[in-house]
């Protein structure tokens, strides 16, 4: 898989599952294709999220410390990466669990981190970056794409320079919300090339608007050699554009691919099974939609305000919300959609419509962004009058006189009652109860998914949770399964 041609990075265990399944792949669904994937010549493989540690402890039962190295173990050409934005997404978190959270990833396995700051703000981008080169994990920057009065070409130009400045060896240039099109790939790849100093640049980006494909083409076409894709079922619809489309586009166009499809086809319909059995969703291409540049809200996210308003009565509102959206984002000061700015707009727009009156009632977080709290420009850049407003509150006079906790990893342990546990056990308690982390240790180790490959198996499986019999024997050859009520002989 060396020499020139256009490499991939997959985001089907990471970004795939998050933006279709809501993050609900398990360890034991990875764990049976991991060893493929890394023969099949991805320049990286992206694993995790710290979005995902809640999810795997408090839902799926697993511990995602395990997820890395159980991947790793498996996953030993291909560099396993890291989405790498904060620690805990809704909280103000100290920098020293973030180091914390970084080294016992660089521990487990991971070798690479895309590095998001919401804002494209250069002293967020330093001391992660600094961060990441301390432990040992290679830094890509994340150049987040947003549409707006305020996202214009000298933007980007200067955003592009003061990521550029820190001399990392890779940049991306990230659309999360699927808002690229190809028109604006045009314009805007020049653009990050010319300020890039000669760092490699790769694309990220979504089909929320149907045309990520298409955009990854004409990047190509303009000189970006890596793309991000995912693996049908979990690409297209919110999630990435799937790697066979736009491989085999790439070699219409007379680009080589660096890439081996034929192993990931079986990787394919291995997740293609999983989906099928659990009822997840199977992504599939979107139609344009124009209102998506508009309010700019990621998929995910509406149906979370549908059930904001729902809870209310209010659902047949949403449209009047998706318009509120698009006033309060503006007021902010044209903050980037993604998380955690993208849910601020979206739960004060839905407060706004359910209270009747705008900004009579505020969340705590958008206290702390008019505060500045949540990043300098934000404070700076929102509307004078709506600032006044959110400040002249009681509780507004009780956060100006906060200050952010700046404490060590030692002093989070003896306020968490946490001296005697383990750094990643730590890591797990910041964002989840005692409880909730015995009850998924309880659940025991992951345990490999069984799919189409294993037809016995499966067939043996589902017989187990059947009550309507006292005894079934399967017969081939000379070899005889009898299934009885609690037990399984052979």
Same mark, same amino acid.
């Given at each position: 898989m060396n020499g020139d041609g256009i490499k991939f990075v997959d985001t089907t265990i990471r970004d795939g599952h998050q933006s279709l399944w809501a993050e609900n792949m398990t360890t034991g669904m990875m764990l049976p294709v991991a060893e493929r994937m890394d023969r099949a010549g991805f320049d990286a493989i992206e694993l995790i999220s710290s979005s995902h540690?809640?999810?795997?402890?408090?839902?799926?039962?697993?511990?995602?410390?395990?997820?890395?190295?159980?991947?790793?173990?498996?996953?030993?050409?291909?560099?396993?990466?890291?989405?790498?934005?904060?620690?805990?997404?809704?909280?103000?978190?100290?920098?020293?669990?973030?180091?914390?959270?970084? %080294?016992?990833?660089?521990?487990?396995?991971?070798? %690479?981190?895309?590095? =998001?700051?919401?804002?494209?703000? *250069?002293?967020g981008w330093r001391w992660k970056t600094e961060v990441a080169r301390d432990v040992g994990i290679n830094p890509v920057l994340n150049l987040i794409y947003s549409v707006s009065p305020k996202h214009t070409d000298e933007y980007f130009a200067q955003r592009t320079r003061d990521a550029a400045s820190l001399e990392v060896n890779r940049l991306c240039l990230k659309?999360?919300?699927? *808002?690229?099109?190809?028109?604006?790939?045009?314009?805007?790849?020049p653009i990050v090339f010319e300020n890039a100093n000669g760092i490699a640049v790769e694309l990220h980006t979504h089909c929320t608007?149907?045309?990520?494909?298409?955009?990854?083409? %004409?990047?190509?076409? *303009?000189?970006?050699?890596?793309?991000?894709?995912?693996?049908?079922?979990?690409?297209?619809? =919110?999630?990435?554009? =799937?790697?066979?489309?736009?491989?085999?586009?790439?070699?219409?166009?007379?680009?080589?691919?660096?890439?081996?499809? %034929?192993?990931?086809?079986?990787?394919?319909?291995?997740?293609?099974?999983?989906?099928?059995r659990e009822g997840f969703p199977i992504g599939m291409p979107l139609e344009y939609d124009y209102t998506q540049y508009q309010h700019q809200i990621p998929g995910g996210m509406i149906s979370n305000l549908r059930h904001q308003l729902r809870k209310v009565g209010l659902e047949h509102r949403i449209d009047q919300a998706l318009q509120e959206t698009m006033q309060v984002r503006a007021?902010?000061?044209?903050?980037?959609?993604?998380?955690?700015?993208?849910?601020?707009?979206?739960?004060?727009?839905?407060?706004?419509?359910?209270?009747?009156?705008?900004?009579?009632?505020?969340?705590?977080?958008?206290?702390?962004?008019?505060?500045?709290?949540?990043?300098r420009e934000g404070a700076e850049l929102l509307d004078p009058t709506v600032k006044a407003k959110i400040l002249d509150r009681p509780r507004a006079k009780e956060w100006a006189q906060w200050q952010p906790p700046e404490q060590t990893v030692a002093e989070v342990r003896k306020k968490m009652n946490a001296e005697a546990v383990s750094d990643e056990e730590l890591l797990l308690r910041w964002n989840l109860s005692v409880e909730e982390i015995e009850t998924m240790r309880a659940a025991g180790a992951p345990k490999e998914y069984l799919t189409a490959r294993q037809p016995l198996i499966n067939l043996i499986d589902a017989l187990s949770k059947r009550t309507d019999y006292r005894q079934i024997v399967?017969?081939?050859?000379?070899?005889?399964?009898?299934l009885n009520r609690g037990s399984t002989s052979t």
């Open positions: 540690l809640k999810k795997c402890v408090r839902e799926l039962k697993e511990d995602p410390w395990a997820r890395v190295k159980l991947m790793r173990q498996r996953v030993t050409r291909t560099p396993l990466r890291l989405n790498a934005g904060r620690f805990s997404a809704f909280d103000i978190t100290p920098k020293s669990m973030y180091r914390l959270f970084m %080294e016992r990833m660089a521990a487990n396995g991971i070798r %690479e981190a895309r590095i =998001s700051e919401e804002w494209n703000e *250069l002293e659309d999360p919300g699927g *808002l690229l099109t190809p028109d604006r790939v045009k314009t805007l790849v608007t149907g045309l990520g494909p298409l955009c990854c083409l %004409e990047a190509v076409k *303009l000189g970006i050699k890596i793309v991000n894709t995912a693996l049908p079922p979990l690409s297209d619809g =919110s999630s990435n554009p =799937s790697l066979f489309n736009v491989a085999k586009n790439l070699r219409a166009l007379g680009y080589p691919t660096l890439i081996d499809e %034929e192993v990931l086809k079986p990787v394919s319909e291995h997740f293609t099974f999983i989906a099928k007021e902010l000061g044209y903050p980037i959609m993604v998380t955690p700015l993208s849910q601020f707009v979206g739960s004060q727009a839905a407060i706004n419509v359910i209270v009747g009156e705008r900004y009579k009632e505020v969340t705590d977080q958008i206290i702390q962004y008019a505060l500045g709290y949540w990043g399967i017969q081939k050859g000379e070899m005889v399964v009898s």
